[in-house]
């Protein structure tokens, strides 16, 4: 996401937190149903720029992604919206589902997962605009759905610092970023 497009977003966000009790905490729960969500039904995760369209211009943002997804595909929506399905236990990702979700975000399947990898950075590094931390959450976004938190960008902002090289650096930091929980579970 373009850095006016993040500043924008969060002026949105923010709005919507103040006028309509919308919480940071159910901002970051939506995302993860949605995420899971794309998961299990259409195999694949929501790209950011769709994840966005659900947070920001949706009051119901999981409601409107499940409408979606039974319009497209005729699954059950009563189910889908259900406490049961919300309140799942996180189902860990096996190995490979966990390589596609990058091919996938970064636009082709058919790469290796180092291709992958290297091919996310590069579109994450035109996403962020040569913002470091930028960049670090359009990856976050790619792989766990939401932006990194205060911690997390302090955290791979260590890492990021210790190599010379830009690329090195980011992909320390997409190492990183695979070891959170968020990306091994939906």
């Known amino acids: 996401m373009r850095p006016f497009l993040i ?12 006028s309509v009790g919308f919480s940071v905490e159910n901002s970051i729960r939506e995302a993860r149903l949605i995420r899971r969500l794309f998961l299990d039904i259409r195999k694949v995760p929501p790209s ?3 994840l966005n369209w659900y947070l920001c211009y949706n009051p119901e943002p999981y ?7 039974v319009s497209q595909t005729g699954v059950s929506k009563e189910y889908l919206l259900s406490e049961e399905y919300k309140q799942k236990y996180p ?14 975000q970064c636009g082709n399947s ?26 670090f ?5 790619c792989l766990i759905s ?22 090195d650096g ?8 695979k070891t959170y929980s968020d990306y091994k579970f939906k």
């Open 7 to 18: 500043k924008l977003v969060s002026v949105i966000l923010i709005f919507r937190i103040s």
């Open 170 to 177: 980011y992909y320390a930091v997409l190492q990183q970023l």
């Open 91 to 104: 189902t860990k990702l096996d190995q490979s589902m966990l390589d596609f979700i990058i091919k996938y």
């Open 110 to 135: 058919q790469l290796s997962i180092e291709e992958s990898n290297k091919l996310l950075i590069k579109l994450s590094i035109i996403e962020g605009e040569d913002n470091v931390t930028d960049v």
């Open 63 to 69: 409601k409107a992604a499940v409408d979606w997804i």
């Open 146 to 167: 939401r932006a990194t938190n205060v911690q997390e960008t302090n955290e791979l902002l260590k890492i990021y610092k210790q190599y010379s090289k830009e690329e």
């Open 137 to 141: 959450d359009y990856m976050a976004f």
């Open 48 to 50: 950011p720029e769709e």
